[in-house]
């Protein structure tokens, strides 16, 4: 018994593979870090990344799918701590200030991947994945609201919530968020009067 609780405890190649992308692709790149490096750090063979993933590519995808639902995790967290429709929607920029409070905060991951992406390629798509979702989720929040127009509305949102995560990294300012909120809830309160 003891030994199947052993090998339950230790973690997949597949999660070591994740966990090693999730540290190196984020603080180093996705193209600049060699597969190799992602190999030996996971401590697995390299047949474990072609069997688990196929591709670097496609190892770069599933890191940014990681990335997403830990980023959705901490919004609709951020969210579901409020009834109002009104502070559900400026939460999201609270769930955000909480991702740049890390200490290991480097920047929006998907901004860093597709910057380094070429058009069509896994990191771009998923970065559209995510971009989708962050526009979904303010688009349902600001109809939530009452905005009359919740996609124009989730549209203006949208570049604050990137603006404000450029300027937390460039800036090394974590409470660029309380702006980016204090913004969001102008827009919103302007919206409604419209």
Known sequence: MAVKEASAARPSARERLLAAANELFYNEGVHTVGIDRVIEQAGVAKASLYNT??????????????????????????????????????????????????????????????????????????????????????????????????GALARQLHLLYEGASQSARLDHDPAVAAVARAAAATLLDAALRG
């Open 53 to 150: 993933f196929g591709s670097k590519d496609q190892l770069i995808r599933a890191y940014l799918e990681a990335r997403q639902a830990s980023v959705a995790q901490r919004i609709t967290q951020a969210v579901d701590r409020y009834s109002s429709p009104r502070e559900r929607l400026l939460a999201v920029f609270e769930g955000q200030g909480e991702l740049f409070a890390q200490p290991d905060y480097r920047g929006c991951a998907f901004a860093r991947a597709s910057a380094e992406s070429h058009p069509g390629d896994p990191a771009e798509q998923a970065t559209e994945a995510y971009r989708h979702w962050v526009r979904a989720l303010l688009t349902e929040l600001a109809a939530q609201a009452g905005a009359p127009d919740p």
